[in-house]
């Protein structure tokens, strides 16, 4: 009897505990109810009560229901609120629920902050190197920034896959994501994409190069330059060949003159300028005897400025003498009392001073200030004598001015004294008073 009493009150309390626990599931159950509820409404105490349910009791089945509730609902609020409530979970122990939260986010703040959160734990790594080709750019940016700065190695087998797909844009993308991620390993990989089969792809890879200094990579920018079939690639590659300051480059760069393509040539020619490989000063002169187009002839004539050579001094000289534009005639004689060849340019200069343009001939006086060997001191007193432009004969006589002999003070004191211009005539007086003074003192 006492037996069956025992088992009687074994049952009894097992069934009461059975009871119990259903109460308190049902319970449970209801308040994750509320919970994703509070979670969903937001704006209300509920929602902060829920919040801190959340933080002490961590419901283990709570994340699925939102995360489903998630997928669910496109309003991007709701959705800031319940990826709030999934991050007080630790991601690593639902890792294949973040997998599909960040794999079906469609809003790019969203998918930032998601990558931003999951970039802390390395478990992601693989799953964040993924979205290097993503659509959106913010996205791969972010995942490139995260990427670099969790630092792990895992990514290197992830960034050699992305290389080799076929599609361009893929590897378009990567090479992007590599101006973030760039360190010394990744630089032959770098390298080879500039051999790639698109085009685009190879203008990518020049950018990337240029924006991570890697000089190993001017030998084949060289090649690009000198045979690449594509006129903006080589373009892109003179551009690198500046960057990287190369003046070894000069002669490549040079040889692109030959093919008289307007783009090519233009870029070239800058190149050269701001390289100074003024032994291009022959070709870039050259040029100014067969060239038509404007812009061209402008850069070349600028180029020649700046390498301080006319090379062939006939380029110039056609400019100044048959050059329809009267400011690339300015622009010419300027550089004319630029050019070393002093002996050569003076004749040039004589004949801009009877140019019909007054601008010409007042940079023409301006030039021959500059050319002091060959003493042009008698010239720009002819000029001033002569001439009926008062702003040439300013510039003659800023020109003297410059040259300062005191042998021109006695012929100018001989234009003073029957001048009649008033304002020149000021000019002068002004100019005789100051060296005067100088010579007594």
């Not at 190695?153 to 990567?174: G, W």
């Not at 622009?331 to 002996?343: I, N, S």
Request: aromatic share 6%; with cysteine.
């Amino acid at each position: 009897m006492k037996h069956f009493d025992s088992i009687f009150k074994k049952l009894k309390i097992t069934s009461i505990l059975i009871i119990i626990s259903a109460l308190t599931s049902a319970a449970y159950t209801m308040e994750q109810k509320e919970i994703v509820r509070a979670v969903l409404k937001g704006d209300s105490p509920d929602f902060e009560e829920a919040i801190d349910f959340i933080k002490t009791n961590h419901p283990p089945s709570l994340p699925r229901e939102l995360k489903d509730e998630y997928l669910d609902d496109d309003d991007e609020e709701t959705r800031e609120r319940i990826l709030a409530a999934l991050k007080l979970y630790n991601p690593g122990q639902y890792a294949p629920l973040w997998i599909e939260i960040l794999k079906e986010s469609s809003n790019t703040q969203n998918e930032i902050e998601i990558i931003e959160f999951l970039g802390k734990y390395k478990i992601f790594t693989l799953l964040i190197a993924e979205r290097l080709i993503a659509p959106r750019s913010e996205i791969r940016e972010k995942a490139a920034l995260t990427l670099k700065d969790t630092g792990d190695d895992r990514i290197l087998p992830v960034i050699l896959k992305l290389s080799k797909s076929s599609n361009p844009v893929d590897r378009i993308y990567l090479l992007e994501a590599l101006n973030h991620l760039y360190d010394i390993r990744f630089q032959r990989l770098v390298i080879s994409f500039l051999g790639d089969e698109n085009k685009s792809v190879r203008i990518y890879a020049l950018q990337c190069v240029m924006d991570n200094d890697i000089r190993d990579s001017i030998h084949t920018i060289k090649r690009l330059v000198s045979s690449d079939d594509n006129d903006e690639v080589r373009i892109k590659a003179i551009q690198a060949l500046v960057h990287f300051r190369d003046s070894g480059s000069g002669y490549t760069i040079a040889s692109v003159l030959k093919e008289r393509k307007k783009n090519l040539s233009l870029e070239a020619i800058k190149a050269l300028g701001q390289l100074g490989y003024n032994s291009a000063a022959g070709p870039v002169s050259e040029l100014l005897l067969k060239e038509t187009d404007r812009e061209l002839k402008e850069a070349a004539i600028v180029a020649l400025a700046g390498f301080g050579r006319a090379g062939n001094i006939n380029g110039l000289r056609h400019i100044v003498t048959e050059e329809k534009d009267p400011i690339l005639r300015i622009k010419a004689v300027y550089t004319l009392g630029d050019v070393h060849e002093e002996r050569a340019t003076m004749d040039i200069l004589k004949l801009s001073l009877t140019d019909r343009d007054y601008r010409v001939r007042g940079e023409a006086c301006n030039a021959l200030g500059k050319l002091r060997r060959n003493r042009p001191s008698s010239i720009l007193l002819d000029k001033i004598k002569t001439e009926s432009s008062r702003y040439v004969r300013s510039a003659a006589l800023y020109s003297l001015q410059r040259i300062k002999h005191e042998k021109d003070l006695v012929p100018l004191f001989d234009i003073y004294s029957t001048e009649q211009d008033p304002v020149f005539r000021d000019m002068l007086k002004k100019y005789l008073r100051a060296n005067l003074v100088k010579i007594v003192r």
